[in-house]
């Protein structure tokens, strides 16, 4: 009996390790110049191995999970036919590979998880720690190390601020951000990520997480989760990130509405969303404007909006076929001499996938959110929590680029869409 429960409970163990490394394995330092991480190679290789591991054991149980994930593998199909019209086939199907097999794999398994609850506390738990180590992790550098910046260097931060520990150089990225003239100036750090936006990013998951599932009781324990989404909360506004501190306020405006049982009301903003991001570029097409301002300007666009305005008038050339899944660096930029993501989920599907992939990624991200405020049964803490986090990821993707990328996030978005499937198919069967 006990080896056979141990046979079941593999699976699980194996889902859960492959997940922890397609998060953590991103995970590093500064040494002052370069960020100190695991190889590449050795996250994609533990990734695939767990991942292989855990569908061999569950075998026919995987069936199940290819039904629900029907359109993620369309997507990946689509992508992988704009690898015939790319410019540099190599390089697009080497982006493919490391992006949809690993991603793929993740959702799978999460779609047949048969404790989703558990899993998603145990990815609760880990977004937290990662936020607030990385918070003590940047206030221990603050304290005790020091700031210096490298002149002409190629990183994208040219500030670090290092402590020295005998030899062993550890330390952050450090931005700042002025606000308008109220004399007001906050440091920003990487924490144990590349750069303050994506500490931020980290942050928002887990204030997201926790409200959408927190004990409002005092007395059942409910003082730490409380006390949880007060400090998360905090130093998500301390990282000054926009789309992150947005990205927080939508993730939480959908947690009250589906608390309240407004699920229509959900579905409806979620419209929302979709047309205000389409307002927003076309307002960047024709509005040369928003792409100016400077340091002061708390909800400018800056640089992005001349990116994106790039990126769309190049996407009109090729808006049925794309330039090939993965090429918009090399396809668009590069040529142009500029060191740059589209930073922009929708224009880069748009961009490298045509319309075709741009609606199917579309319909990735948000058929579970319908089918799951579908349902005619009681939503769960975590189906609640699934559906705020994709909605709110969304919010930050319209101005970031790490969905549909080889970056931890995509992993976070891959494991979201297969553990909701899994749920909608719970409530439908309920």
């Not at 015939?84 to 086939?89: G, Y």
């Not at 080497?94 to 793929?104: A, E, H, K, N």
């Not at 589209?342 to 579309?362: D, F, Q």
Request: net charge positive.
């Amino acid at each position: 009996m006990t080896g056979e429960h141990n046979f079941r409970r593999a699976p699980h163990i194996l889902f859960l390790t492959a997940l922890f490394i397609s998060i953590a394995g991103f995970l590093g330092y500064y040494d002052g110049v370069n960020f100190i991480t695991p190889p590449s190679a050795v996250v994609l290789g533990a990734q695939l191995i767990l991942i292989t591991a855990a569908i061999s054991v569950l075998r026919m149980r995987m069936f199940e999970g290819t039904a629900r994930l029907a359109p993620l593998f369309a997507l990946a199909i689509w992508a992988a036919l704009t690898i015939l019209w790319t410019d540099d086939a190599l390089i697009s199907t080497r982006r493919w590979l490391l992006i949809f097999v690993p991603s793929i794999g993740l959702a799978l398994l999460a779609a047949t998880d048969s404790r989703p609850e558990r899993s998603f506390t145990w990815i609760k738990w880990l977004l937290i720690a990662i936020t607030l180590g990385s918070c003590i992790f940047s206030l221990i550098i603050y304290a005790f190390g020091e700031t210096y910046g490298i002149q002409g260097n190629r990183h994208k931060f040219e500030r670090f601020r290092v402590l020295d520990l005998g030899g062993w150089v550890v330390g952050v990225s450090e931005g700042g951000r002025q606000y308008l003239n109220l004399n007001l100036y906050i440091h920003r750090f990487s924490g144990f990520t590349t750069n303050p936006n994506s500490f931020a990013l980290f942050a928002a998951l887990a204030l997201i997480s926790l409200c959408a599932t927190a004990r409002t009781k005092i007395k059942s324990g409910g003082w730490i989760e409380i006390t949880l989404i007060l400090i998360t909360a905090v130093i998500l506004a301390m990282s000054a990130s926009r789309a992150a501190v947005a990205m927080a306020f939508a993730g939480l405006f959908i947690i009250f509405l589906l608390r309240f049982g407004q699920r229509n009301l959900a579905r409806l903003c979620v419209t929302a969303i979709l047309a205000l991001t389409v307002l927003l570029y076309l307002l960047i097409v024709f509005q040369a404007g928003l792409g100016g301002g400077g340091e002061e300007e708390i909800f400018d666009p800056r640089q992005r909006a001349d990116v994106w305005r790039l990126a769309i008038h190049a996407a009109a050339d090729v808006w049925f076929q794309g330039l090939g899944f993965g090429m918009t660096q090399e396809a668009l930029f590069t040529p142009l001499g500029i060191q740059t993501s589209a930073h922009s989920v929708p224009l880069s599907m748009l961009l490298e996938t045509g319309i075709v992939g741009l609606l199917l990624s579309l319909i990735v991200w948000f058929l579970p959110v319908f089918t799951l405020t579908r349902t005619n049964t009681q939503l769960s803490n975590t189906s609640i929590a699934i559906v705020a986090l994709l909605v709110a990821l969304f919010v930050h993707q319209t101005v970031d680029s790490s969905v549909f990328r080889y970056h931890w996030a995509h992993f976070v978005f891959a494991y979201l869409i297969g553990a909701s499937s899994q749920l909608a198919a719970r409530h439908h069967n309920a």
